[in-house]
């Protein structure tokens, strides 16, 4: 079994930082990819950012040059660092990550349980 467990949200003010974390235990192979989502009130989850294990990276117009993700592959844990956060950021955030299990290779996905993130002076 893989598990995902989020943690770094809270109450920031407008222009602030916050950095989430996601860590995943289990029996692990490989991570292939890693992203976050956000789920604002009354609206669809939407991806923030995602990394690949390729290392190619995608973000959401909407937090480019604001936000980075970034991984510790020795530590299955990723991260995504958010600068200059605005009230429209507030939501639900969850990691999301795929990849293979011990012994047999089977290829998993995972979500995590999701972390509030509330930017309001």
């Known amino acids: 079994q893989v598990q995902l467990a989020e943690s770094g949200g809270g109450l920031v003010q407008p222009g602030g930082s916050l950095r989430l974390s996601c860590a995943a235990s289990?029996?692990?192979?490989?991570?292939?990819?890693m992203g976050w989502y956000r789920q604002a009130p009354g609206k669809q989850r939407e991806m923030v950012a995602m990394?690949?294990?390729?290392?190619?990276?995608e973000y959401a117009d909407s937090v480019k040059g604001r936000f980075t993700i970034s991984g510790d592959n020795a530590k299955n844990t990723g991260y995504l660092q958010m600068n200059s956060l605005k009230p429209d950021d507030t939501a639900v955030y969850y990691c999301?990550?795929?990849?293979?299990?011990?012994?047999?290779?089977?290829?998993?996905?995972?979500w995590g349980q999701g972390t509030q993130v509330t930017v309001s002076s």
């Open positions: 999301n990550a795929v990849g293979f299990s011990y012994p047999h290779g089977d290829e998993w996905e995972h």
């Open positions: 289990g029996s692990i192979f490989s991570i292939n990819a």
């Open positions: 990394l690949r294990s390729d290392g190619t990276i």
